[in-house]
């Protein structure tokens, strides 16, 4: 069973959508969990840490569900620019290995 | 700029040849990641080290992948015999504990084509 797994998508929403991803972890004592976007042919880049009590930047939310082992990424207001692959990242513990998932594939539609 | 820096950016080498490729971290991070990615998966782990001790390696990583970092600073990461499944882009990321979390960040990458 893998790490962290993703539904790869593509997600095509219209511009000004919600859209929400969701990604699930198999090992319980993971610590940490991020929210990476990566553009094409480009490195990952942070978008968020996500918190237990759950956080919110801008148009971004993330949530953490530690009974269900998920995590999410709501986008509000989808602007074109947040085409993008979202990577969904869980830390095990501080100094262990950082897992990836595959990625989800959003494209916002003008 | 102070960001992840790494070189070369591309690479094209035919199959068999030895190839090296080198990251320079954030310089106050101690912990420095390599990670191999492939078309439409993410990255995948291949080593880290913590200063200038490589902590761990993936049990993926071949023999003929080897990495250093030899002062604790720049690290490099050789394949040795390349072959054509080793084409991917390398992703060097460094990071530093702070307030008890972990956050790495990322250089450009170097896409390894093996002809």
């Known amino acids: 069973r893998k790490e962290v797994e993703q539904d790869p998508g593509p997600f095509n929403v219209p511009e000004g959508a919600t859209v929400a991803f969701n990604c699930t972890y198999s090992n319980s004592a993971s610590q940490s969990f991020f929210w990476y976007r990566q553009d094409c042919r480009k490195e990952p880049k942070l978008l968020m840490s996500?918190?237990?009590s759950g956080n919110e930047d801008g148009r971004f939310t993330a949530q953490l569900n530690r009974a269900s082992q998920y995590i999410s990424l709501l986008i509000r207001d989808s602007k074109l620019s947040d085409s993008a692959t979202y990577l969904c990242?869980?830390?095990?513990?501080?100094?262990?290995?950082?897992?990836f998932g595959t990625g989800t594939s959003l494209t916002v539609i003008p | 700029d102070t960001g992840v820096s790494q070189n070369p950016r591309h690479k094209i080498t035919k199959r068999g040849q030895n190839v090296t490729f080198r990251c320079d971290p954030i310089s106050e991070h101690n912990r420095l990641y390599w990670y191999r990615q492939t078309l439409g998966q993410g990255p995948e782990f291949l080593t880290y080290?913590?200063?200038?001790?490589?902590?761990?390696k993936s049990r993926l990583l071949s023999d003929r992948f080897s990495a250093e970092r030899p002062k604790g600073s720049f690290s490099t990461l050789e394949i040795q015999r390349t072959e054509q499944g080793d084409s991917a882009m390398y992703l060097c990321?460094?990071?530093?504990?702070?307030?008890?979390?972990?956050?790495?960040?990322f250089g450009p990458g170097t896409r390894l084509l093996v002809l």
């Open positions: 990242v869980v830390n095990k513990n501080f100094g262990n290995q950082f897992y």
């Open positions: 996500v918190y237990s």
């Open positions: 990321a460094s990071s530093k504990l702070l307030t008890g979390l972990e956050t790495q960040y």
């Open positions: 080290f913590q200063n200038e001790a490589q902590l761990e």
